[in-house]
């Protein structure tokens, strides 16, 4: 909850500071309040937009780090899998993967896979489990699932 909380005040921090700025900025250039909402708000959907990028970009890699993890993986195994983000907007992140059954018919080769998000509270250990599929793409193993566990991910994948 607190890492949704932190998340949230970057991107709306970000969006509201760049918005404010960027207005303060064109009121000194002009004095018509419509062209410096304008440009503030113009500012502001465009700091939006390029956080959640880097934000999907993140849980993108985070998501082929688990799914090059289970790639490797015979049904019942399990490996360790964790993410290092070369931007500290996110926390990195580890865990563990397992596949729970492989789907393959033909030349499509899927798994279904099980992980977890292994982090400590207050040096009590907490894991938070998913459920997501992963096929293989060409020579590697690819994310398959179109809503990975929306209250982990949110809106952006």
């Not at 049904?75 to 990195?92: F, L, Q, R, T, Y």
Request: proline fraction near 3%; aromatic fraction near 6%.
């Amino acid at each position: 909850m607190g890492l949704a909380g932190c998340q949230s005040l970057v991107l709306e921090g970000s969006s509201a500071g760049a918005g404010i700025a960027s207005a303060a900025l064109a009121q000194k250039v002009t004095d018509n309040a419509a062209i410096t909402t304008g440009i503030g708000v113009g500012v502001q959907a465009a700091t939006r937009s390029a956080v959640q990028y880097v934000q999907r970009e993140m849980h993108g890699y985070t998501q082929e780090v688990i799914a090059t993890a289970a790639g490797k993986l015979n049904e019942g195994d399990v490996a360790n899998w964790k993410s290092i983000h070369s931007i500290p907007m996110e926390p990195d992140e580890q865990g563990r993967v397992t596949v729970s059954r492989v789907i393959s018919q033909g030349l499509l080769e899927c798994k279904e896979i099980v992980y977890s998000v292994d982090s400590e509270e207050n040096s009590v250990p907490r894991n938070e489990f998913y459920v997501a599929s992963i096929c293989k793409d060409g020579a590697r193993w690819a994310w398959a699932t179109a809503e990975p566990a929306v209250s982990r991910w949110g809106a952006l994948q």
